[in-house]
DNA sequence: CTAAGGAA
DNA sequence: TTCCTTAGG
């Protein structure tokens, strides 16, 4: 989900083009939900293997990877480490969402209603830990590096933009803008052989709505986050208004005579002392080709012909580094 | 979601 | 070629 931020960000155009040869952070567990939501048959099921496992978020990883590095863009994947006790809220009411989903999945199923079907199977993706394993054993095959960060995935990619060592966070959610990556692209993605890339600049955000990155914080806190509320009736737009008017939250609060359930000082150090790991290496290696073909084919059915044509791809990031590698 | 194959 | 639909596991 993330902060609702689409009313006050004002994304700029961007093609593939200008990510050529840039190191982008994408945050896994992001990415692997989109693959788990929409790589599906019409009726909603997933892409499955014999023994019935999820395989959806393989053919996701596979080919977008793959796709990417055709395209000259090194990506790094950030899986979630231990989330906040703030989040537990937000992610008891996922569950519920995806409980319930799943039973109208299973009831329009039983109905023959195939697009109401697929509807709610969308909404009952849920990512199991085997899927996160898999998607962790799929990249060290392919090759490509994969960090493991200590809270959120979005801070820890945000910092490693932040850093200079990744040109943009890679997300659809915007809360990597408060975690203070400078840059962030959405719709990383290939639709019908046309790109929608969408390059956010926190720099340029907060030059266009004059205000700091603290008031941004604060404009997220009551218009509500992963972790918090907000408050009722309060949206980006509203929120901004109210920042730009009385500084900050505690004048905003204290005007409006009302308190949040957690403390703003919390919640804005939730995004800006963020725990993260700063000693990690990235490095693209030439993927283990028969160690994919065993695991993607062998264990969970892909088709031999497509993991290969797939793996084709990856040869151009070998010719990069080695084309580079010659220089020094 | 992307790849592939057939239609326009 | 480009566009659209379907399969993939």
New binding site residues.
């Given amino acids: 989900m993330g902060v609702k931020f689409r009313d006050i960000v004002n994304p700029e155009p961007l093609g593939f083009n200008d990510l050529n040869g840039k190191i982008v952070a994408l945050d896994a567990a992001n990415v692997i939900y ?2 788990l939501s ?5 009726d909603g ?5 014999h023994n019935k496992n999820i ?2 978020h ?3 990883i596979l ?2 990877t ?2 990417l590095i ?1 395209k000259g863009i090194k990506p790094v994947y950030v899986f979630d480490g231990i989330s906040s006790y703030l989040k537990k809220g937000t992610q008891a009411k996922r569950r519920e969402v995806k409980e319930k989903s799943e039973k109208r999945w299973k009831a329009a199923l039983d109905e023959g209603n195939t697009e109401e079907a697929r509807k709610y199977a969308v909404r009952s993706s849920r990512m199991s830990s085997d899927v996160i394993e898999g998607s962790k054993k799929l990249l060290s095959l392919m090759g490509i590096p994969h960090i493991q960060a200590m809270g959120e995935g979005e801070a820890q990619a945000s910092y490693m933009v932040e850093k200079g060592d990744a040109w943009c966070v890679g997300s659809q959610d915007y809360d990597c803008v408060l975690f203070g990556a400078t840059r962030m692209v959405k ?8 790109a929608n890339l969408e390059l956010i600049e926190l720099k340029k955000v907060l030059e266009r709505l004059e205000i700091t990155r603290e008031q941004l914080i604060d404009v997220a806190i009551l218009a509500g986050t992963d972790f918090n509320e907000g408050v009722k009736g309060i949206g980006a737009k509203k929120g901004l208004k109210l920042v730009k008017e009385h500084g900050d939250i505690f004048n905003i609060l204290d005007h409006m005579k009302i308190e949040l359930e957690v403390d703003p000082n919390i919640l804005r150090d939730m995004f800006l002392k963020h725990d993260v790991l700063t000693d990690y290496e990235l490095k693209w290696r030439s993927p283990d080709k028969s160690g994919v073909i065993d695991y ?1 084919c062998g264990d ?4 031999e ?3 290969s ?2 793996l084709e ?1 990856l040869k151009k990031l070998d010719m990069n580094q080695s084309s580079l590698e010659k220089w020094f």
């Fill in positions: 989109q693959f929409s790589i599906r048959q019409v099921t997933p892409l499955m293997d395989t959806s393989f053919s996701g080919y977008r793959s796709s055709e719709n990383l993605t290939i639709t019908g052989g046309k993607l969970h059915d892909f088709s012909d497509r993991v044509s797939a791809k």
